[in-house]
């Protein structure tokens, strides 16, 4: 079957770095996504990895381990605006794409 | 970057009537679109994919005569609930697959629907 895992909730604090890890079983990978979604709004794309290792991009990161079948995404000098719903996402091959149930990340002040 | 569009983005029916929901890429051609349905913090769950000009794939447990699904152009894709109940509230997001090489989704808004 299809499976992917990631943290229900975290908490973290306004400038910190938090990590949100990703685990997945799945039948075939052609990539890995972290979306963001704000309540109520549809999710915005953040990354994608296809290979091994680290993509960064500004503030966000995201790793990849394919034979471990693992991922995370790594925010940086956390804002309150990054308050969200970040959503793991593998493409399965096709044009088909399963998602996480997704971790909801609250920033403190 | 990509756009897609929803419409309507909100909407209110009554139980045995029938909602269509408008999805349409702006700037760029679809030839695949998908339909998410997502309950309150659950994630996305793919309903069917819509491919332009041939007939749409359902996901195992999604009743095709009740979610129709019509992508006649490369640039709109409709979902028609037939017969709506209070158990089809929902939110519904379409996505669209990009032109770039790394299968990318581009998401519209999204389409809160209430069945009273």
């Known amino acids: 079957g299809q499976n992917i895992d990631q943290p229900t909730e975290m908490t973290a604090t306004e400038g910190a770095i938090v990590q949100i890890n990703c685990t997945y079983q799945?039948?075939?990978?052609?990539?890995l996504f972290w979306y963001q979604q704000h309540a109520g709004e549809a999710p915005t794309f953040l990354s994608y990895?296809?290979?091994?290792g680290l993509e960064e991009k500004g503030r966000f990161s995201s790793f990849l381990s394919r034979s471990k079948g693992y991922s995370y995404l790594l925010l940086k000098e956390l804002q309150m605006k990054d308050s969200a719903s970040y959503l793991c996402a593998v493409n399965t091959g096709g044009f088909k794409t399963i998602f996480g149930a997704g971790t909801r990340l609250f920033v403190k002040a | 970057g990509a756009v897609v569009s929803q419409h309507p983005s909100r909407v209110i029916c009554k139980s045995g009537t029938s909602v269509k929901i408008e999805c349409r890429s702006l700037?760029?051609?679809?030839?695949?679109m998908f339909w998410y349905r997502q309950f309150p913090k659950k994630s996305l769950m793919l309903m069917a994919t819509s491919n332009e000009g041939s007939k749409a794939t359902y996901e195992q447990g999604v009743e095709k005569d009740k979610f129709l699904i019509n992508h006649a152009s490369l640039t709109l894709s409709t979902l028609t609930v037939t017969s709506a109940h209070p158990e089809d509230s929902s939110f519904y997001i379409c996505?669209?697959?990009?032109?770039?090489?790394?299968?990318?989704?581009?998401f519209g808004p999204g389409t809160r629907l209430t069945v009273t």
């Open positions: 990895n296809v290979l091994d």
């Open positions: 799945t039948s075939g990978f052609n990539g």
């Open positions: 996505s669209a697959r990009g032109e770039g090489a790394n299968n990318e989704q581009y």
């Open positions: 700037d760029f051609q679809a030839t695949t």
